[in-house]
């Protein structure tokens, strides 16, 4: 599935993963979620509720990813990378935005994030 997350004027196009934790995160869908900034590497915020299992834990991700930090139920979208791993229980990758994730640097603090499915 294909969506688009829109802060401000920044729009960034992304794919989301094929796994259970995605799918029911697509089920939420469309959600404006308020994204607070972590160590300026990342925008992270609250879900309505908890995702579903089914997505393999991680502890590394890449600059454009967009994962959920398992049990919940915060998401983020990592737009730098110091070379930190995430420690357990991990992450689950949602999904990863196509380019430009690095936009997110210029919104110092909290930004509104929309997120909708496209296509």
Do not use: C
Not at 5 to 32: C, H, I, K, Q, W
């Amino acid at each position: 599935m294909r969506i688009r997350l829109t802060a401000g004027e920044t729009v960034l196009d992304a794919a989301l993963d094929d796994n259970a934790t995605a799918r029911d995160f697509a089920s939420l869908l469309p959600l404006t979620l308020q994204k607070n900034d972590l160590f300026k590497r990342e925008k992270y915020g609250p879900l309505p509720r908890s995702l579903a299992a089914g997505g393999e834990p991680r502890s590394s991700y890449r600059i454009g990813h967009i994962v959920y930090w398992s049990p919940g139920p915060d998401t983020a979208v990592f737009y730098d990378h110091e070379g930190q791993f995430i420690p357990d229980p991990g992450i689950v990758v949602l999904g990863e935005i196509d380019s430009g994730a690095d936009a997110f640097k210029k919104y110092d603090g909290t930004v509104d994030v929309t997120i909708e499915a496209i296509g």
